[in-house]
């Protein structure tokens, strides 16, 4: 079973966030989630692959924050 039907997750109210844009925000684009690319820490400089360009760019938590 799908895991938004299972835990009935409302993907407009939901978000993938992570630090390693070709991992963790790949899964998150592939599944068809948005994804908030947390570009700071020892991973900022790894872009993500073209086909999987995160939905929202931030350098902070309080900027993820705002977009939660």
């Given at each position: 079973q799908d895991f938004t039907t299972?835990?009935?997750v409302d993907l407009a109210q939901?978000?993938?966030i992570g630090d390693?844009?070709?991992s963790e925000l790949a899964l998150g684009?592939?599944?068809g989630w948005p994804t908030i690319w947390f570009r700071a820490?020892?991973?900022?400089?790894?872009l993500p692959n073209p086909n999987n360009s995160?939905?929202?760019v931030?350098?902070?938590l309080a900027e993820?924050?705002?977009l939660i």
């Open positions: 299972k835990f009935n939901s978000f993938v390693r844009a070709r684009t592939e599944a820490g020892k991973f900022k400089d790894e995160p939905t929202h931030v350098y902070s993820a924050t705002k």
